[in-house]
């Protein structure tokens, strides 16, 4: 297989298929080599799945010239320029592109793995479809489910396995639930959010051990001491950028694979984009960062005179947790106790650093009755931070001054910006 020295792309992710796609608008023929089965999907809206919310043909990444190969590259030949797949088949290059994405990260438990390296009977990991479509076939309504890892993945894997009728306990390891998106206040909420949908939260808890009989798991236990018995364990302990191709063929990575304003790795004929990607220190890990460099990659590829450049993404965290399984348009209104929370959707969005330094000036508003909460951080007049959980009227604002990271104007008062859509 031959690719007439062209464009190669490795991944058919998010960053891979939105490269190929603009290159295509632009004239510039790309092979795309994937090895997941599945058409390319978009691996944000995987939670929606498992959640039964959507099929999973509804969550396909629009489509690109040319359907992408399935083949798992193994290695890389820079002097030839040419990759290796697992079939024995190469592909020649003019230019190669990493879009190699992460691999979850699986936590050091006794027990997690047998003689043959392979995870037991009912742990699964949650990144890619056949992770998605293994735990929807392994949950059942009464199924017991414990979910490691309080993060983004782990709060959306426990709602979706909850919305499939299981009975959820999820085990974070640090204080509060997703830490590194939210402040204390906005993650209570969250928790609340899961513990009215049956989730019982733990924090400050570690799972150490897993045991199991026959090959299936049937409990884990804690570093106290305390047995969970469970039919399911879902590891959501964050992601790793995919470096291995990149590190055997010799490219400088560190946490993930170094490139510079171009996207260009440590060898000028290939680049990497998305989730395996290290940018000026920075390792995004989100949806958002990928397809931006996947669009600058693009402009680059089709035109080496380009002037643009890719200088970073301040990125924005949206998420929209139901917890019932209902398209949004059936959602039940808000219920209106005077402690509550929406009960069946929590809609949040988080920017930067919401945690507050000495000297910060901090905009604050709370409605306990509506269960809303508004947070924006400004430090140095700059946005620096913000979140908002249950209104999301002044996001789109927010967001541009976030990402502007412009000197706020003169005048108006902070408040201004909580209260203010600017039209959006
Ligand atoms: C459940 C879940 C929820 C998420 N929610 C959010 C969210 O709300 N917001 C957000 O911004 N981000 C979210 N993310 C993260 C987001 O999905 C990633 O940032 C994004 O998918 C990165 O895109 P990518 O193309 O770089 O990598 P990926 O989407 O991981 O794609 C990489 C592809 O490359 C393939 N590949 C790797 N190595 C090879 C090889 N050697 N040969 C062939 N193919 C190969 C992989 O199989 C994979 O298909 C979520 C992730 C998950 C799993």
């Not at 965290?317 to 039940?332: E, F, S």
Request: hydrophobic share 45%; glycine share 12%.
């Amino acid at each position: 297989m031959t690719s007439d020295a062209g464009v190669v792309v490795i991944g058919a992710g998010i960053a891979g298929v939105a490269l190929a796609r603009r290159l295509g608008e632009l004239g510039v023929p790309a092979l795309v080599v994937g090895e997941e089965e599945h058409p390319p999907y978009n691996r944000v809206l995987l939670a929606e799945v498992l959640a039964g919310r959507y099929a999973p043909e509804v969550i396909a990444l629009p489509g690109t010239a040319t359907a992408p190969v399935r083949a798992r590259v193994t290695g890389i030949d820079r002097a030839a320029r040419r990759v290796r797949c697992a079939d024995g088949t190469e592909i020649g290059y003019g230019t190669l592109v990493l879009a190699t994405g992460s691999n979850p990260v699986l936590p050091p438990l006794r027990g997690l793995f047998g003689a043959d390296h392979r995870l037991p009977e009912g742990v699964h990991a949650f990144r890619t479809m056949d992770d998605c479509l293994g735990l929807a076939r392994a949950v059942r309504p009464g199924a017991r489910a414990v979910v490691v890892g309080g993060g983004l993945l782990g709060v959306s894997a426990a709602r979706a396995l909850a919305a499939r009728g299981a009975r959820v306990v999820l085990a974070q390891q640090s204080e509060r639930l997703m830490e590194r998106q939210l402040d204390p206040v906005s993650s209570g909420l969250v928790r609340r959010h899961l513990t009215g949908l049956g989730v019982e939260v733990h924090t400050e808890t570690r799972v150490r051990d897993v045991r199991c009989a026959g090959g299936a798991v049937r409990s884990v236990e804690l570093a106290d001491g305390y047995r969970l018995d469970t039919d399911l364990v879902v590891l959501a302990c964050g992601v790793r950028p995919r470096t291995g191709l990149a590190e055997e063929a010799g490219l400088a990575v560190r946490t993930g694979i170094l490139v510079d304003d171009e996207l260009r790795t440590s060898d000028p004929y290939i680049r990497a984009i998305g989730d395996c990607a290290e940018h000026d220190g920075t390792v995004y890990g989100l949806a958002a960062p990928a397809l931006e460099q996947a669009a600058v990659l693009a402009t680059l590829l089709a035109d080496g005179d380009a002037a643009v450049r890719y200088t970073g993404t301040r990125a924005l965290t949206r998420l929209t947790l139901t917890g019932d399984g209902l398209p949004d348009a059936d959602v039940p209104p808000a219920d209106t106790g005077t402690d509550a929370i929406p009960r069946g959707f929590l809609d949040l969005a988080a920017f930067g650093d919401p945690e507050t330094r000495p000297g910060d000036d901090v905009v604050q508003l709370a409605d306990a009755t509506r269960g809303t909460y508004r947070k924006v951080v400004v430090r140095e007049d700059r946005v620096v931070g913000g979140v908002l959980v249950g209104e999301l009227g002044t996001v789109g604002a927010l967001a541009r001054a976030w990402e502007a990271a412009e000197p706020l104007p003169d005048g108006g008062p902070l408040l201004h910006l909580l209260t203010n859509d600017g039209g959006s």
